[in-house]
Nanobody, 121 residues
Framework: QVQLVESGGGLVQAGGSLRLSCVASISIRGINVMGWYRQAPGKQRELVATITITSSTNYADSVKDRFTISRDNAKNTLYLEMNSLKPEDTAVYYC???????????????WGQGTQVTVSS
């Protein structure tokens, strides 16, 4: 079992910045892919950014060039640096860990409890 604890959310004005952190209960060196997802009121959860075990990154078009995902294996922590925030970035942000294992291979997903990000106009 993997526990993920997010922090760093809050209220910020448009154009501002926030850094989200996600601390894992296990070493993240072996976690195949980690990511940030978000869910706004009345909408489905959507991918924000992911980073693989080889540090390959992927971003939603809506956050490219504004958000940066990174992982610190020594601290078992995933980060999301968010700049130039917009009101439409308002959502609950969730940390995800995906571990690929087993025979046949399967992906086990773990989620944090979420952290609220509110961007005022």
């Amino acid at each position: 079992q993997v526990q993920l604890v997010e922090s760093g959310g809050g209220l910020v004005q448009a154009g501002g910045s926030l850094r989200l952190s996600c601390v894992a209960s296990i070493s993240i060196r072996g976690i195949n892919v980690m990511g940030w997802y978000r869910q706004a009121p009345g909408k489905q959860r959507e991918l924000v950014a992911t980073i693989t075990i080889t540090s390959s990154t992927n971003y939603a078009d809506s956050v490219k060039d504004r958000f940066t995902i990174s992982r610190d294996n020594a601290k078992n922590t995933l980060y999301l640096e968010m700049n130039s925030l917009k009101p439409e970035d308002t959502a609950v942000y969730y940390c995800n860990a995906g571990i690929i294992r087993g025979i046949p291979l399967r992906r086990d997903d773990y989620w944090g409890q979420g952290t609220q990000v509110t961007v005022s106009s």
